[in-house]
């Protein structure tokens, strides 16, 4: 019993330690571009001294002693002793790598010692200057300080950059002469705004009548409610030279260390009584009144309406404060494995086809309760679905903070100088698409850098900037997610592309196509225009495999590209793998889904229609020529044909292309079930689904009917 209890502890230090890794990665990349950022310098920090001190407690010594020595030096980055430099980056981010094999590995005494001591070297080397001046490295790491002893015990002493988060408030009450001796209060609390976040309410209820007022003397008083992470010493020395010109009360109101019952505050006359405007007797006497209590204490005269102001400031300040807190508390105190939410996106999945069920059974027997119920249950059910898939959906960015590393290692490699945006980070996709998408990305991203963008003498010659852009965006349009990879390189050459495309039998030497098609023509088995094989890319391997990779997650790929201007790929992919909208069709006997996101409009197909166009398969759709694929030649189904055929138009890889079906039911929200190892042969089915009424219906895979109909009719063109 003890050792699963120490299992799960283990289990659950390394998952955290990945991610502490992962933040660090990101913290390093963004620190390099902000050197004098003493927030990241702290991410970095409390990174590397959490990792150590959790290390130490679950007996990962060897990680503990080597995350030890790299923390010293970040202690002294801190100081300001030692300077953030691209040599430092290099040498922590290959710690962080060093440390995360230690920790993913069978044992920690895998790790390659060589490495390690020239990495340990390289931080003794950058920090030989500093120790020169103060002390050796040996000897500060010698010296076990108090948060070591507290980290190895499993607790961390608060640091300086590390306060926790305080509410005070301060009440400025400047005399009258203080104007006189130079002291302007604005500039005090100006002062105060740069220790935090800051609300100020001004009392001007002692200003004198005009004919009354000393030009020379200051009659305005201040309320102020600061939120901040320094201790009250830095806010007391804000007026450390005016303590004998006003007066001055500051206090604590709120501190996050404090475990509040709910996240409410005072009410508005115990905050009065608090700070000493009324005392309770006078309270309770305006709560007699049964008025409102500002109201009543103002009509009294015993506070004035700025006091009341300044006090219902307080309580929305507090207030919102604890809300954010408590959010925050409960968001990072839930640590679900995926095994657990891929069983509950399963039993959502089982109760859509359960309520589609229902909602079926009900029409047909026209009972006015059971359809109120079943209207009931299929809004509480979609409810829980929208809320199932919330749980699942992560940010883009988690993805994105990976790509940094890459990016920053091969323009090094390449000897090239790229700036990497990123754009749409926030975006959120299905965890699970996510894990699926890193290596098509990260290929697309690779041949950017390769191919697209140039050397910087070259992008000089030709009125460039020599630092190319890769730009990364991410957007939702719609129930797809849109991702672009843009760089502002040399393009791709049409004519290069066509030659190649000829030379592999591709293409015939009197077609016309769209650069848009021809683009595609990249995507295809063994396709590359590069004229030298490189360590990155060059080989004709890859694209085609993106591609693949890409529909086998119910998405696409296209390209477009301008010579000289620059390349841009484009990812459309659905929010989620489990479940789609779709438009169920009927062909011969069986029903099928189309997914409705591909889908564009409907239109009739007489017998008419199909004599018109003389035996070709091609329709008129608003005077606009559209192609179409006859389901049941596809799926080789026989029977009667209706005297009235439907064709659903659809969008397959920017190509507007038609399915015709015998009949168009409508729409339906399909829980997708994989196919067996019988069936996953099949072409043009990506999946199945369980209709209401139990019946299993196929998902259609229009992309890749839409491409083996353009193979077979390019093959019959060529008389093969």
Not at 102 to 123: C, K, R, T
Not at 455 to 460: A, I, K, S, T
Not at 541 to 555: A, F, H, N, P, T
Not at 569 to 594: C, H, M, N, S, W
Request: aromatic share 4%.
């Amino acid at each position: 019993m003890i050792d699963d209890f120490q299992n799960t502890l283990i289990e659950t230090f390394l998952e955290e330690a990945s991610e502490l890794l992962a933040d660090l990665e990101a913290a390093l990349l963004e620190l390099e571009t902000a050197p004098e950022d003493h927030e990241l310098i702290g991410r970095v920090f409390r990174a590397m001294h959490t990792i150590k001190g959790n290390a130490a407690m679950f007996g990962f010594e060897k990680v503990e002693a080597f995350t030890h020595d790299i923390e010293t030096t970040f202690d002294l980055v801190r100081e300001g002793k030692v300077g953030i430099t691209k040599e430092l980056v290099d040498l922590t981010l290959a710690a962080r790598d060093i440390i995360l094999s230690m920790l993913s590995g069978s044992s920690s005494d895998d790790a390659p010692e060589n490495e390690m001591a020239d990495i340990l070297s390289g931080f003794r080397d950058l920090s030989s200057v500093c120790l020169s001046k103060h002390s050796s490295l040996s000897q500060i790491s010698a010296q076990p300080r108090e948060n070591d002893i507290l980290a190895s015990s499993g607790f961390e002493k608060m640091s300086p950059e590390t306060n926790n988060l305080k509410t005070c408030r301060i009440r400025f009450r400047p005399h009258p002469e203080i104007l006189a001796t130079g002291t302007n209060p604005v500039a005090l609390i100006n002062e105060l705004r740069e220790l935090g976040e800051c609300t100020v309410v001004t009392n001007m209820e002692s200003l004198p009548d005009l004919t009354d007022i000393d030009p020379e003397a200051c009659y305005i008083q201040w309320d102020i409610i600061l939120t901040t992470d320094k201790d009250l010493d830095a806010v007391r020395d804000v007026f450390i030279f005016v303590e004998g010109r006003c007066d001055l009360s500051i206090e604590i109101i709120d501190d996050e260390r404090l475990f509040e019952s709910d996240s409410d505050y005072k009410k508005l006359g115990e905050i009065l009584v608090d700070r000493g405007d009324i005392n309770s007797e006078e309270l309770e006497t305006v709560l007699l009144d049964h008025k409102k209590v500002g109201q009543g204490l103002v009509e009294s005269g015993l506070v004035n309406t700025g006091t009341v102001e300044s006090a219902l400031v307080e309580q929305e300040v507090v207030r919102d404060a604890r809300k954010k807190r408590h959010l925050e508390q409960a968001v990072a105190s839930i640590r679900v494995s995926s095994e657990k939410l891929d069983g509950l996106m399963n039993l959502v999945g089982e109760l859509v086809t359960v309520q589609a069920r229902l909602t079926r059974t009900a029409g047909e027997i026209e009972h006015p309760e059971l359809r109120s119920i079943a209207e009931e249950v299929e809004q509480l059910t979609w409810s829980l679905r929208d809320d199932t898939f919330s749980i699942r959906m992560v940010p883009i960015g988690t993805m994105f903070n990976r790509i940094k590393r890459i990016v920053r290692e091969l323009s090094s490699e390449m000897g090239k100088e790229i700036n990497l945006v990123m754009e749409g980070s926030e975006t959120e996709l299905d965890k699970t698409v996510i894990e699926k998408l890193v290596d098509p990305l990260m290929h697309l991203i690779r041949n950017s850098m390769d191919h697209g963008i140039e050397l910087p003498d070259e992008r000089e010659s030709a009125d460039k900037d020599r630092a190319g852009e890769l730009k990364l965006a991410a957007s939702q349009e719609g129930p797809e997610v849109v991702i672009r990879i843009i760089d502002d390189g040399r393009g791709i050459d049409r004519e290069s592309v066509r030659e190649k495309a000829l030379q592999k039998g591709l293409l015939d030497d009197k077609a016309d196509i769209t650069s848009a098609e021809l683009y595609q023509l990249i995507f295809t088995p063994g396709f590359s225009t590069a004229k030298e094989v490189t360590s990155v890319s060059g080989r004709g391997v890859g694209l085609d495999v993106v591609k693949r990779s890409i529909e086998d997650l119910r998405g696409s790929v296209s390209l477009e590209s301008v010579p000289g201007m620059g390349t841009v790929f484009t990812i459309r992919l659905p929010l989620t793998l489990a479940i789609i909208d779709g438009l169920q069709v009927i062909v011969g006997d069986e029903k099928y889904i189309v997914p409705l996101s591909m889908v564009e409009e409907c239109v009739d197909l007489t017998q008419q229609d199909i004599a018109r166009s003389g035996g070709r398969n091609y329709t008129s759709v608003r005077d606009e020529i559209v192609p179409y694929v006859i389901m049941r030649d596809w799926f080789s189904i026989n029977g009667r044909i209706p005297e009235i055929q439907h064709v659903v138009i659809v969008n397959a890889d920017g190509k507007r292309v038609g399915l015709v079906v015998d009949k168009v039911i409508g729409e339906h929200q399909t829980v997708i079930k994989s196919l067996g190892k019988v069936y996953q042969g099949v072409e043009g089915v990506s999946g199945a689904t369980i209709l209401g009424d139990g019946a299993v219906s196929l998902i259609l895979d229009v992309s890749q009917v839409v491409q083996k109909v353009e193979e077979h009719e390019t093959a019959l063109a060529k008389g093969t």
